[in-house]
């Protein structure tokens, strides 16, 4: 991984909270903050974004301590699922991560610094079963996204509370939102509330909906009609 965060290369079952993340491929509210701009760290296509832009798809969810819970479940290693209030999750070790952020609409933000918990450290908690080869990551409302087992485990992966040193805002995934530097933003949901283990591949909310599988900015892999062979299940 180099400093601009890239790697070489249906019921849900949560019951709870919205399909808003960050750089979600469609929006019903979206907000720009400052005059984007070209440079040549980002990936085709990309604008730099000063200010952080937000978008929305339904509303943000009403944050309630006392019923949070984060969940790892499907093919963990034991059989058994693992789940921690918040309370708990929060007393895991915490992790920064300087990354770039890059959504599909075509903005970008160079060098945050995102703090929180390490997808590895969740990992080292609830291992995956040896079989694992993929990951959904599930979110308020039903929202999900997946993605190989490979990129969750990448060392940029965080389940990100803080940016910048500052406590992220409810608009922007508070009280937990995942950060994957080196995929598509909309790979990283906002409010995430658990992750599945899964022995196969199996498309999340938008990428049921014609975006790409994979997600890899790097390569501009922004809709489903680009999929080559094996890129994913098909639609």
């Known amino acids: 991984m180099d400093a ?27 907000r ?3 005059m984007p701009e070209i440079s040549p760290e980002l990936p085709p296509g990309q604008r ?32 058994d699922k693992r789940c921690w209030n918040h309370e708990e ?18 903005f970008s933000m160079l060098g945050a610094e995102w703090g929180g918990v390490a997808a590895r450290t969740v990992l080292e908690l609830a291992p995956p079963a040896p ?23 990448a060392e940029g992966t965080i389940f990100a509370t803080h940016k910048d040193g500052e406590l992220l805002t409810a608009e ?12 598509y933003a909309w790979k990283g949901p906002k409010w995430v509330r658990g992750v599945e283990y899964m022995t196969a591949d ?17 390569t501009e892999q922004r809709y489903s009609y680009q999929e080559e062979p094996g890129d994913g299940p098909e639609l």
Do not use: I
């Open 4 to 30: 601009s965060g890239r790697v070489a290369g249906h019921d849900h079952p949560l019951r709870s909270v919205t399909m808003e993340d960050m750089g979600q491929p469609e929006s019903g509210v979206h």
């Open 32 to 34: 720009d903050v400052g």
């Open 48 to 79: 730099l974004q000063r200010g952080w832009p937000v978008t929305h798809y339904g509303p943000v969810p009403k944050f309630k301590p006392e019923r949070w819970e984060f969940r790892v479940f499907g093919a963990t290693a034991d059989g």
């Open 89 to 106: 999750f929060s007393a895991l070790p915490f992790s920064t991560v300087v990354a770039d952020l890059h959504c599909v609409t075509k």
């Open 131 to 153: 079989h694992v080869t993929h990951v959904m990551v599930w979110a308020e409302y039903g929202y999900s996204a997946n993605m190989r087992l490979a990129d969750f485990a």
């Open 172 to 183: 922007h995934g508070f009280p937990l939102r995942l950060v994957v530097p080196h995929l």
């Open 202 to 218: 199996r498309r999340g909310f938008w990428e049921e909906r014609g975006y790409h599988n994979l997600g890899d900015p790097w």
